[in-house]
């Protein structure tokens, strides 16, 4: 969770003494797991120590310091220097929190009846393999694990949990978390620029190509000289285009059609989006080439309107609004749960 939660309070019934598990049990009690050597010869067993439980769920020392590893990794990725010192102060003691507070908000999701389901999940995976262009679940296992050391199964079952703690939050919290109509269209008139679409613009190119010897430039100069000349008395740009240009544009007479701002190098679009319609720019020389470059038409960035960005608003609002709210109900699940620490807190924090 993004918001700082108060330690839970082990019970008074609460003991120092680590138990063991295998890994995955959602029992408080003792297990043995065998696994087999690397040669599949002999087998040796594997104990998981246990830190605490919570309700019928287990946090082990493993589970804990990946998850700390985890979220050190982050902070450096997004702190330095003091920040990140005090940042990395606490880091154990809240990712400790947010472990306890998942497990909860997990059980709050089913007795709730939480929609979430495996079909939910399985339909999430496959919108990120769409978006980031993984082919298979192969594709997209490779790149969890190289970013997050992490398998597919694991990358599953935490996009499970966060759904349904979102589901919890918002239906117990940020559902009841009053914003007024009049505070949404305020925030959207004083920050009109976060909804703005990309500006466009329409022009049209001719396009000579320098050439590789001193011989072409001089002719290439010479041409661009006739077609400013042609431009000067009266010409049609596009008609002198689909004569001149080098460029496949020139099937068109230069019209690149509309594009938005950044598409083109930077020289051609301040060339062209400091010119008025119909008006010619001066050449513009590359490397290769040089351009003439005619405005057809240029469009202010359109706004959004209100009601496409409002759900967005809502939720950007709410979101501080609830911040005590979210604190309160996740103290209240935390009195109402069966949370042991099975090895002194105190302990666990110091790793």
Not at 136 to 157: Q, V, W
Request: with cysteine.
């Amino acid at each position: 969770m993004a918001c700082r939660k108060p330690a839970a309070k082990p019970l008074p019934n609460s003991t120092a003494k680590a138990e063991t598990v295998k890994p995955g049990t959602a029992s408080p009690e003792a297990a043995k797991s065998e696994a087999a050597s690397p040669e599949g010869k002999s087998k040796s067993e594997v104990r998981e120590e246990i830190l605490v439980v919570v309700n019928k769920h287990i946090i082990t020392r493993r589970v804990l310091n990946q998850a700390v590893e985890q979220q050190h990794a982050a902070l450096y990725r997004q702190f330095a220097g003091k920040e990140l010192d005090e940042k990395l102060k606490d880091a154990r003691e809240k990712t400790l929190q947010g472990l306890v507070d998942a497990f909860l908000l997990e059980d709050k999701g089913s007795e709730l009846g939480s929609p979430v389901s495996d079909e939910y999940v399985r339909a999430s995976i496959d919108g990120i393999k769409k978006e980031n262009n993984f082919a298979t679940d192969a594709d997209l296992e490779r790149a969890l694990k190289g970013s997050l050391g992490i398998g597919l199964p694991e990358f599953m079952k935490r996009q499970k949990q966060q759904a349904i703690q979102q589901f919890v939050l918002q239906r117990e919290v940020f559902s009841k978390v009053a914003v007024e109509d009049n505070e949404l269209r305020a925030y959207y008139e004083d920050h009109k620029d976060e909804y703005r679409l990309p500006s466009r613009f329409r022009i049209r190119e001719l396009v000579i190509a320098k050439g590789a010897t001193p011989d072409d430039l001089a002719e290439a100069r010479k041409k661009l000289e006739t077609i400013q000349a042609g431009l000067q008395s009266g010409k049609p740009f596009e008609e002198l285009a689909r004569v001149h240009s080098t460029s496949p544009s020139k099937a068109t007479g230069g019209d690149l059609g509309w594009m938005n701002k950044g598409f083109l190098r930077a020289s051609i679009e301040e060339a062209a989006i400091r010119l008025k319609p119909d008006q010619v720019s001066a050449p513009i020389e590359t490397d290769k080439d040089f351009y003439l470059i005619q405005l057809i038409a240029l469009e202010d960035a359109p706004m959004k309107p209100f009601a496409e960005v409002k759900a967005k608003i809502l939720e950007k609002l709410q979101e501080p609004k609830a911040q005590n709210a979210i604190e309160q109900y996740l103290a209240n699940l935390r009195m109402r749960a069966n949370i042991r620490y099975l090895v002194p807190k105190e302990q666990i924090l110091k790793g």
